[in-house]
């Protein structure tokens, strides 16, 4: 029997797909425009590097500057409330389907939003 490469293991069993990805990522509109403008090509180099998950690194974005950086406090921020996600794990097809939640999303240029990656994605 030949052996099954590791990405379909992943991909396609639900109970077996990345334990260590994220699960719930928090966003503004300048993030989510920002994860939208790279992630075919994060998609790409996973692919290419025969990775099951990327690292997107969010930190990079204008948007992303905080008071301890330097700026001043991220718009959507409360203090007390969820923090926007600048860096995570997540394989191709949560990638794909936070993509797609936003890009359907109406954003509210101060509002920071939480995408429940798995649930969301796992009803798809």
């Given amino acids: ?23 719930q990522i928090t966003l503004n509109a300048d993030l989510s425009a920002c994860y939208l403008a790279k992630v075919e090509a994060e998609i790409v180099q996973m692919e290419q590097s025969g990775l099951p998950a990327q690292l997107i690194n969010l930190a990079t974005c204008g948007s992303a500057e905080t008071a301890t950086r330097g700026g001043g406090s991220l718009p959507g921020a409360v203090p007390g409330m969820a923090e926007p996600t600048l860096s995570f794990v997540l394989d191709a097809p949560a990638l794909r389907c936070l993509a797609r939640e936003l890009e359907a999303e109406g ?16 009803t798809q």
């Fill in 107 to 122: 954003w509210n240029p101060d509002v920071l939003k939480t995408f429940e990656v798995r649930r969301d994605c796992e």
């Fill in 1 to 23: 029997m030949r052996a099954l490469p590791i990405l379909f293991c992943l991909f396609a069993a639900p109970a077996l797909a990345c334990d260590y990805c994220e699960r």
